[in-house]
């Protein structure tokens, strides 16, 4: 982890589990000043280790599906001047990235319902309709894992627990328009000031802090975030699939806890349609990529059929919330 020392790393570790916690607090935490606090931020997001600040949203809650697509094209990505742009413009897109392998592109949309996705996804193949060669979808409805930093960067450090939001969801939620302008703003930047979300949606700052605690209280915000390029400390990113040939419920439970409590994974979904597990993990090498993928076929591959990994090269994308839901 070139220039990046402990101080850093309990930083990020605090900024991944509530990116609003304040230099004040954060200050005693990593027990520096806060105007150490301040500096060290600022070298994090120059080095490209924090890309950016983002609200983890429950998209399930509020009505949403998510679906990964996995494209491949006739051309090469960063040649062409259509493919990435295209995705890069596209509303209810929430995450994509380039990828080196069987497959070019991974793109997750955010949809209300199917119906919403084949409209969605008709329209990339119509834009695109001579420049694709294949594509496979997965319904990623089961979340197994989601957090942006591996456990690797902190499991020596001493640190302090940090305690999520408390929850009181009595019933499906129905978000207002200052609810939809607050998520998109927060999945944008979590660590806006009160001052600021009141100025941009025109609402008074009590509004504000009412509408938050809200959106928190129903289970909608999971978490405040610090978005991290793990390959800026050093680490490969991959993108693997399983595919299951099994439907030995105890056994896919066992593999299921297996994932989401892997420090590796920093997200992971099951599809029941295609049966398939799909993660992004960040590692050292190959060798402990090959040493992930041999442990877990080792203890599950009676319910194994195949494996497949892909690098994964440049993240182009990441957010929780759509642009297509404030429209």
Same mark, same amino acid.
């Not at 509004?207 to 800026?232: C, F, P, S």
């Given at each position: ?64 599906? @998510? ?15 259509? #493919? ?13 990235? @380039? ?14 319902? #199917?119906?919403?996705?084949? !409209? ?8 695109? @309709?001579?420049? #694709?060669?294949?594509?496979? @979808? ?68 009590? #509004? ?12 909608? !915000? ?106």
């Amino acid at each position: 982890m070139n220039e990046i020392d402990k101080k850093d790393r309990k930083l990020l570790y605090y900024l991944n589990k509530n990116a609003r916690l304040s230099d004040s607090q954060l200050s005693k935490m990593v027990e520096v000043s806060k105007n150490t606090v301040k500096y060290r931020k600022q070298r994090l997001i120059k080095l490209g280790v924090i890309r950016n600040f983002s609200t983890i949203i429950n998209l399930g809650a509020i009505g949403y599906s @998510t679906m990964v697509v996995l494209f491949r094209f006739k051309e090469e990505l960063y040649s062409d001047k259509e #493919i990435l742009p295209f995705f890069k413009d596209n509303k209810n897109i929430i995450w994509s990235m @380039t990828l080196s392998g069987g497959y070019d592109l991974l793109v997750e949309f955010a949809v209300k319902g #199917i119906d919403n996705f084949q !409209v969605v996804i008709q329209e990339c193949l119509y834009a695109l @309709t001579d420049k #694709i060669i294949e594509y496979k @979808t997965f319904f990623s409805g089961e979340i197994l894992r989601t957090t942006p930093l591996i456990k690797e960067v902190y499991v020596d450090l001493d640190l302090q627990d940090i305690l999520g939001f408390k929850r009181n969801i009595t019933s499906k939620p129905s978000l207002s328009n200052t609810q939809k302008l607050l998520l998109n703003l927060m999945s944008k930047d979590s660590t806006m000031s009160i001052v600021d979300l009141s100025e941009s949606v025109k609402k008074s700052i009590p #509004i504000v802090r009412g509408e938050l605690k809200r959106l928190q209280d129903e289970g909608i !915000v999971l978490r405040y975030t610090a978005l991290i390029d793990t390959a800026k400390l050093g680490y490969s990113k991959y993108l693997c699939k399983i595919e299951l040939n099994s439907t030995n419920q105890e056994e896919l439970g066992e593999l299921k806890k297996r994932i989401t409590n892997n420090g590796s994974i920093t997200y992971a979904f099951m599809d029941m349609f295609s049966f398939s597990i799909i993660f992004l993990c960040s590692v050292r090498s190959t060798e402990a990529l090959d040493r992930l993928l041999r442990d877990i076929k080792k203890e599950f591959g009676g319910l194994i059929k195949d494996q497949e990994q892909y690098i994964v090269k440049e993240q182009l994308k990441q957010t929780y919330f759509p642009d297509s839901a404030i429209e």
